[in-house]
């Protein structure tokens, strides 16, 4: 089945300084690719739709200077959230989406656990 | 506000039992239905899907029913397994919408 890789795992860093988080669809090309947040017992809500080689599609109310979206291959997605404030801190989860399959189906990484101190 | 609504945060059966996730949906356009399972520290994996054309889809021992009048469906587990223990996540989608809307999610515990 497809299998989607998220880098890293967990991360703690220092409010003020940024992080890199990358998603990876390994043994399928992703034209389309979700960046998720979820806070404890919420849903999964969607800050963003990544597509490769343009720029990402933000929801209502996420600040795209603030989480930069790339999307520079078709396995390769990173999000990457500046200026890290400890509200930031969070459950975040990309998924990716494998146009032979599904039209809908989506594959989700593992997630990566930001703490911001 | 919640599009995709899971009222029960948790849910405990015996193993062997039939398990019975619920969700509720407002959005009359939403088309396309989708039920994925969580293990901690794990992403969401696709468990199973309705089309809005259908009322009923099987999947071995995963059934999902629609009914759209009352904006309804479930996830039926039968027989539950204690490695059926995660949490269960209902998601709906529109129109050839890429995007999906999460409800909250439902653990289900199941006791051997």
């Known amino acids: 089945g497809a299998v989607v890789s998220q880098h890293p795992s967990r991360v703690i860093c220092k409010s003020g300084t940024s992080v890199k988080i990358e998603c990876r669809s390994l043994?399928?090309?992703?034209?389309?690719m979700f960046w998720y947040r979820q806070f404890p017992k919420q849903s999964l809500m969607l800050m963003a739709t990544?597509?490769?080689?343009?720029?990402?599609?933000?929801e209502q109310g996420v600040e795209k200077d603030k989480f930069l979206i790339n999307h520079a291959s078709l396995t390769l997605s990173t999000l990457t959230v500046t200026s890290a404030h400890p509200e930031d801190s969070s459950f975040y989860i990309c998924?990716?989406?494998?146009?032979?399959?599904?039209?809908?189906?989506?594959?989700f990484g593992p997630g990566t656990r930001l703490t911001v101190t | 506000d919640q599009q995709v609504k899971q009222n029960s945060p948790s849910l405990s059966v015996q193993e062997g039992r039939i398990s019975i996730l619920n969700c509720d949906y407002t959005?009359?356009?939403?088309?396309?239905f989708l039920w994925y399972k969580k293990y901690p520290a794990e992403g969401p994996t696709f468990l199973i899907s309705?089309?809005?054309?259908?009322d009923k889809n099987e999947d071995g021992r995963f059934t999902v029913f629609l009914n759209k009048s009352a904006k309804h469906l479930s996830l039926h587990i039968v027989p539950s397994q204690p490695g059926d223990s995660a949490v269960y996540f209902c998601?709906?989608?529109?129109?050839?919408?890429?995007?999906?809307?999460f409800g909250k999610g439902t653990k289900l515990t199941v006791n051997p």
């Open positions: 998924s990716a989406r494998d146009p032979s399959v599904s039209l809908y189906e989506q594959y």
């Open positions: 043994d399928f090309q992703a034209t389309t």
């Open positions: 990544s597509n490769e080689g343009s720029k990402a599609t933000y």
């Open positions: 959005n009359s356009m939403f088309d396309y």
């Open positions: 309705i089309s809005s054309i259908k």
């Open positions: 998601a709906a989608t529109e129109g050839g919408s890429e995007k999906l809307v």
